[in-house]
């Protein structure tokens, strides 16, 4: 009998992505989107309450944030559409039905390259269409053991986005690149928050198995509630190991959906999909067919910021930074406007400027993301003026501040947003540049440590390293390196 390993099979992913979209109203009624933080069905009328004789009115700039999306993930955009009644029974859903998009969604057809082990690799999106979000349910616990369900018909109605992949992901690293790649998208051209603990950025994938060389695809099993790009990563590895295992030991793979566990790191099935669902659409007759001109999509396209990887790929032509850096700075649109901000402060140009332009980096990605993440702040709301980053700049460049009251001073900037001069002046933070200033301290030095002196005049250059640290002990920290040495070595050498 030949063993089966895991070489001979390949996974085969899929993602369906659900976002919320930027709009100040819901899809199809007039009431705010903003039910984040209301108080439980406090932003519902009749038509998201599904009310008998109500009729829904298509929101604009929903369908505009959808054409956006699509332009940016090289979809063509659909010059007719329509929208569908979608029909399943659930309590979160009171019409008994779902106005979403079937056949005729607004986007189709489009890609995206992401960056995964090394590589470059290029994922088809199927299709981006427009939906209704439903209502949402609490799930509770009776004091007698009996459980219920309470109902906040707040979020039903909100315009939701789905952007379907093609299944060309084989590993989950690739479907984490996937997914953060879109999310970045997304939050650069300002659809949506996607913030994924507050459910406006949700995932679902579909992963399956098969032979390696087989066109064939393996029966395909749904993850659901992942709230994280970890939690996706795990639960497809875990997914992908569980699968692996029923093919090696002969058994069947069943079609179904599954939820991912986070705190126990394992799926669990939820129901069989073995059967196709009948959602029995049809066109929405309360909705007219919506036609999507050229005029319009060009008006859209007109809007769209640069993208990330344009944007990558012009940090390292521009100024002249890694390709790790540059990835870093565009991962977040107000991190690289903060960057050009900053360097827009004191035009510069040619060497000088990609020079300045490496410094900022590396006080944005070290300094500057230390901060952020231990205060648990954005970028959006810091203190510190771009103006104030260059004068720090400055006065390193000038010897007023080592590398060390630097930082120091660059973390009372965070706090405080004053200026650095402002802090070191305040402070006393100030490093001796003066020779004559720094002569008095190196004579204690010399006078205090006759045994280094001596190694010196043997010939052991390393001695004057020590007699260095000394001078900087006496002036605490505040002198000059380059100056004590250059100090040192002309008094060491008149002692010869």
Known sequence: MMMVTATDYELVIGLEVHSQLLTKSKMFCSCASDYQDAPPNTRVCPVCMGMPGVLPVINEKAVELV???????????????????????????????QISQYDLPIALGGNLTVEAGGQDKRIGVTRVHLEEDVAKLMHQGGADGEGYSLMDINRSGVPLMEIVSEPDMRTAEEAKAYLTTLHTILRYIGVST??????????????????????????????????????VFNALGYEAERQMKLAWAGERIAQETRGWVDDKGITVSQRSKEAAHDYRYFPEPDLPPLFIEAAWVDRVKATLPEL??????????????????ARLLTVSRPTADYFETVLKVRPLTGEAYRQTAKAVSNWMLGELTRLLNATGQ??????????????????????????????????????SGKSPKQIAEASGMVQITDAGAVSKAADEAIAANAKAVEDYRKGKDTAIRFLVGQVMKVTKGKANPQVVTTVLKDKLDALK
Request: proline share 5%; aromatic share 10%; net charge neutral.
């Open 67 to 97: 054409i956006a999306t699509g332009l940016a993930l090289n979809c063509s955009i659909s010059r007719y559409t329509k929208f569908d009644r979608k029909n399943y029974p659930y309590p979160d859903l009171m019409k008994g039905y």
């Open 194 to 231: 996607g913030n994924m603990e507050e459910g406006s950025f949700r995932c679902d994938a579909n992963i399956s198995i098969r032979p390696k060389g087989s066109p064939k695809f393996g029966n395909k099993v749904e993850v659901k509630n992942m709230n994280s790009f970890r939690s």
């Open 308 to 325: 990330p990887q344009a944007k990558q790929e012009r940090f390292e032509s521009q100024y002249g930074l890694s390709a790790y850096d």
């Open 378 to 415: 954005d970028i959006g709301s810091i203190k510190i003026g771009p103006e104030h980053v260059i004068d720090l700049l400055d006065m390193i460049e000038a010897g007023t501040l080592n590398t060390s009251m630097a930082k120091t001073v660059f973390e009372e900037m965070f706090n």
